[in-house]
């Protein structure tokens, strides 16, 4: 079998840019494939700018939408059951057939809104299997990463997996990513840690505010989901509050540790560059 196409998932965040560099310098441009998912619609516009900036300038990216039959393993499921497959599946319509949003427990946005959707891409852009998959997955990420390696096999995907900055720091994404002279997300410059979803179900306290601050609107969508769901779009884990909804996490997102006073450095206007990862020129 000749050498295979290596396909990464580019999120529009820096590790799978990294990644992305990465495997373009080592293996060519005309062996590598990127796609994106467009996380059911919950990616910040500026977010979707940078991944069309990259995709003209840099590498194609090929877009991939979820559509209900990604709710299930079995392609068929979705029609036995009823629904058209062959519908949308946005963020918040996934909440509402799981009768629940996801959350760091039940991460189940990751699999029915990017690996399902990117693996019935692949399975019909590449049906002769030649091809090895490539991820920006980083060991400092969590717990759960620590152990991760330059080479593994992908059950899901059913091919090798390459992860080129498994041993890297998030730091050395940026520094590498800017060597070589690419458009960095724009979000990373406002102070977001977190850019794949706007906001993330797993946002920590400071990306909470900082969505609340410089995007009210992502909050107001949030607001919106939550009420025709019927849940709590974060996992109700703040402690000192029965049910977590958008507003009372903002609210505690103001305060400082232990959440009860208001911090007024935490709800000044931010400054135009918070960046932590050295952006500003
Ligand atoms: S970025 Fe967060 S909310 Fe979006 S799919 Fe990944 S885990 Fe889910």
């Known amino acids: 079998m000749s050498e295979p196409i290596y396909i990464g998932g580019f999120s529009g965040g820096i590790d799978s840019q990294a990644a992305a560099r990465f495997m373009l310098n080592r293996c060519g441009a005309a062996r590598v494939v990127l796609v994106n998912s467009d996380a059911g619609g919950n990616k910040h516009p500026l977010t979707i700018e940078h991944i069309g900036w990259y995709s003209a300038h840099v590498h194609p990216v090929a877009r991939v939408q979820a559509i209900v039959r990604d709710m299930w393993v079995n392609p068929d499921t979705a029609a ?13 319509r996934m909440a509402e057939m799981r009768r629940i949003f996801p959350s760091r427990k039940r991460q189940f946005c990751t699999d029915k809104l990017k690996l399902q959707p990117i693996r019935r891409w692949i399975l019909a852009n590449y049906p002769d299997g030649n091809y090895a998959r490539f991820s920006g997955v980083r060991r400092d990420e969590s717990l759960a990463r620590a152990d991760r390696q330059w080479l593994e096999w992908d059950d899901f995907y059913d091919c090798e997996l390459y992860n080129p900055v498994y041993d890297w720091s998030k730091q ?70 029965a049910i977590n909804w958008v507003d009372d ?23 135009v560059c918070e960046s932590r990862y050295g952006l500003c020129e």
Not at 207 to 235: S, Y
């Open 172 to 241: 050395m994404c940026f520094d590498y990513v800017k060597q070589h002279k690419e458009q960095i997300n724009p979000l990373y410059s406002l102070g977001f840690t977190r850019v794949g979803c706007a906001p993330c179900v797993n946002s920590n306290k400071d990306d909470i505010l900082n969505w609340a601050t410089r995007f009210p609107e992502m909050i107001d969508k949030v607001r919106v989901w939550e009420r025709h769901v019927g849940r709590t779009f974060f996992a109700p884990c703040v402690p000192g509050m």
């Open 80 to 92: 036995e059951r009823g629904f058209d497959p062959n519908e949308p599946l946005t963020f918040v």
């Open 249 to 271: 996490v903002v609210a505690w997102a103001k305060t400082d540790r232990g959440g009860r006073q208001n911090n007024l450095f935490r709800i000044l206007p931010p400054p």
